[in-house]
């Protein structure tokens, strides 16, 4: 969920990414680090006592970066976060969709939650440009996720006191299975953009968006789906052109936002196929039977359920989740779709500060 036709090369935009270290670069720096140890041993005692004690230095700051270790069955990775804001009782982690796409469509909350006082903390999962990306089938499994968003909260210093998830999309799925995992963690939950049920989505998606279509188009995408060609560029154009334009983003493909295009330029389709299928008009990967509707009374913390009119989920099917959450609100953008933060943006900002607030206050 929450992809596009790629616009521009799938590699990542490498500026402010880690970047793999070249194995010459890094013999020249620990060369270089031998030789200051070595100088700085040849100082002689008596020199190094005679100058005065000098004050510990400030830590570095990295402008809210911070790169945190994950253990996984294969091995350490790192992904990458960054805090955005400063709020001691309201610090909300946000899981992109995809699976596969990145941190970047997010930005348009720079504009709205710090002018609210709300702390945010951005996170590319692995896999994602900005962290680790293991070429490993393995490591693309649902409860292996789970335990990433684990281990970056503990990381994060996230806890009952001031932790709320936000997920988008897939983001939506892997935030409700963390929350069925670690409910005693979370302060506050939102489910933006996405439904308890794949079947559901899909039933959705072929009883009622598909038929809407127009019928040659649609022919005409099912028959290069059949054929396996979902890197053709004509594959691509229909479903932006009968899709995407309707139902992912309500503006014309040549005013999406930039933030919008960037992340999904750099989305990872070893990650995205495999878990979602090969685009947004349903979804045929490992998680077309996932299926969470029965466990939604377990979820106790308040919940926030995001839905928008023109989505390719059901806004009823969202709406659901409220009903069916011990203390759930329901938030409606008539004028949105997948990406309602951005086509219906003032409703989508307005009603999830308010949700936050009205959590932090005891209102909800």
């Known amino acids: 969920m929450s992809s596009l036709p790629q616009s521009a090369s799938s590699a990542p935009d490498t500026a402010g990414a880690p970047q793999p270290t070249d194995p010459t670069r890094r013999l020249c720096l620990g060369a270089l680090a031998a030789s200051a140890a070595t100088a700085a041993l040849a100082v002689a005692p008596s020199a190094q006592a005679a100058k005065p ?42 899981l992109h969709g995809g699976p596969g796409a990145t941190h970047e469509y997010f930005e348009a909350f720079e504009s709205f939650l710090p002018q609210a006082g709300i702390e945010f903390i951005y996170y590319d999962q692995l896999g994602s440009a900005y962290s680790d990306q293991p070429d490993d089938p393995s490591l693309v499994e649902l409860p292996r996720y789970v335990d990433e968003v684990e281990q970056v909260r503990q990381a994060l210093g996230l806890g009952p006191k001031d932790f709320y998830l936000l997920g988008h999309s897939w983001g939506g799925i892997l935030a409700l299975e963390y929350a069925l995992a670690h409910p005693q963690q979370l302060k506050g939950l939102v489910i933006s953009n996405m439904v308890a049920s794949i079947p559901e989505y899909n039933r959705y998606a072929h009883e009622v968006l598909m038929p809407a279509m127009d019928p040659a188009a649609l ?22 052109q009968h899709y995407y334009v309707q139902h992912v983003l309500r503006l014309p493909a040549d005013q999406w936002p ?23 008009m349903g979804a045929s990967g490992k998680l077309e039977h996932w299926d969470r509707m029965a466990d939604l009374p377990k979820i106790q913390m308040p919940t926030l359920a995001i839905g928008a009119q023109h989505d390719t989920m059901e806004p009823a099917q969202m709406r659901l989740i409220a009903q069916r959450v011990r203390r759930g609100r329901y938030l409606h ?32």
């Open 53 to 94: 004690a000098t004050p510990a230095a400030p830590a570095i700051q990295t402008g809210g970066v911070q790169m945190v270790p994950i253990q996984t069955p294969k091995g350490r990775f790192r992904v990458w976060t960054k805090r955005v804001g400063h709020h001691p009782r309201i610090r909300l982690l946000l």
């Open 219 to 240: 022919k005409q995408i099912l028959a290069l789906e059949q054929a396996g060609r979902f890197e053709d560029p004509q594959y691509e154009a229909l479903l932006m």
């Open 258 to 280: 930039e933030p919008v295009l960037r992340s999904f330029s750099h989305l990872n389709r070893k990650i995205y196929v495999p878990m979602q299928g090969p685009s947004e």
């Open 333 to 364: 953008c008539p004028q949105g779709a997948h990406m309602a933060m951005y086509d219906d943006q003032a409703t989508y900002m307005a009603g999830l500060i308010r949700f936050l607030k009205d959590v932090d206050a005891g209102r909800a």
